[in-house]
């Protein structure tokens, strides 16, 4: 189901369900990046209609995840926290642009692969939160995440020859597992599970 290397042990879902106030304010955060990197392949991508287009309802639906999200945050007592780097997804970034081929396909599969994690996450939770408003609103936003996934695919797809597109997902996709896989423990969408101090993003 998910096009992934390394998938993510159910235990995860039992540390943040331990926190959920810290995971649904990291997981707003989440989504206003997703926004704003969108939003920014837009601005860096103009002449491109087919992106401009598909990616401007992107920025629109991860805007109204923002705020489903944070509804849910707030309604409990919670509070949006501050926007703290990623080791997640600078690492991914990183891995990307010391190998990189084309900047604008790196930046496609490397929001595919994001997307494709959440994904996972997001069928995780859904099947195993006993919380069930939170359950229920991860299993609602599966169908959305996936089509962004499919998304970046197709317009990785439109602009670069179908052979490139594989061979860079793989490479990247390797990277992407290595990276989740070394991740220590955060109440965060995006981290691992690995014992110990982070091993950082640098290897």
Same mark, same amino acid.
């Given at each position: 189901m998910f096009k992934l290397d390394h998938l993510t042990d159910a235990k995860w879902v039992a540390r943040v369900a331990a926190e959920p106030l810290a995971l649904l304010s990291d997981h707003a955060l989440c989504e206003l990046k997703a926004a704003a990197s969108a939003q920014s392949l837009i601005a860096k991508n103009p002449e491109r209609r087919e992106l401009v287009e598909g990616l401007a309802e992107v920025s629109v639906e991860e805007m109204e995840h923002f705020r489903r999200v944070v509804g849910v945050l707030?309604?409990?007592? $919670?509070?949006?926290g501050p926007?703290?780097?990623?080791? &997640?997804?600078?690492g991914l970034h990183r891995a990307a642009k010391r190998s990189?081929?084309?900047?604008?396909?790196?930046?496609?599969v490397v929001a595919e692969l994001i997307e494709a994690r959440s994904l996972e996450r997001f069928h995780l939770l859904a099947t195993h939160l006993e919380d069930r408003e939170l359950a229920e609103l991860y299993g609602s936003?599966?169908?959305?995440?996936? $089509?962004?996934q499919a998304l970046f695919a197709?317009?990785?797809?439109? &602009?670069?020859?179908?052979?490139?597109?594989v061979r860079r997902e793989a490479e990247l996709r390797a990277e992407e597992g290595a990276l989740i896989a070394r991740l220590t423990f955060?109440?965060?969408?995006?981290? $691992?599970?690995?014992?110990?101090?982070?091993?950082?993003?640098?290897?």
């Open positions: 707030h309604a409990r007592g $919670g509070t949006l926007a703290l780097p990623s080791p &997640y997804a600078d990189r081929f084309d900047q604008l396909l790196d930046r496609l936003l599966m169908a959305s995440e996936a $089509g962004h197709k317009l990785a797809r439109r &602009y670069f020859p179908e052979a490139v597109v955060a109440p965060c969408m995006h981290s $691992g599970l690995a014992p110990g101090p982070v091993a950082s993003d640098r290897a």
